[in-house]
């Protein structure tokens, strides 16, 4: 196992973790900080543990808001795909009559 030692909002947090994760641990506290830190100063009289709620809230909207881009993607995805379908039933038509022309 290993183990990283992750700062965040000043405090120093030892967090387990499998090994070679440590480095992606550390970015996400990096990210974390920062949101912290963004928060602190727009925020004022806060508690630390408050500051650390509305920080996940935060990137829990940013994640939230991303699935459903990604949702409408797919949908977009699958709309296209079923429209092109058709077409490529027709292509595949076309194309078995010009090959019995060409036999005959």
């Given at each position: ?7 965040v ?57 991303a ?16 429209s ?21």
């Amino acid at each position: 196992m290993g183990s990283v030692t992750v700062n965040v909002n000043g405090r120093a947090y030892p967090i387990v973790c499998g090994d070679g994760e440590e480095q992606h641990l550390e970015y996400l506290a990096e990210f974390v900080d920062k949101k912290v830190l963004d928060l602190n100063n727009s925020v004022r009289n806060a508690s630390e543990g408050q500051l650390l709620l509305m920080a996940c809230l935060l990137i829990a909207d940013d994640l939230s808001q991303a699935y459903e881009t990604i949702e409408q993607l797919r949908d977009e995805t699958e709309q296209k795909d079923a429209s092109a379908a058709p077409q490529q039933d027709w292509a595949e038509k076309l194309e078995a009559i010009a090959q019995r022309l060409e036999n005959a």
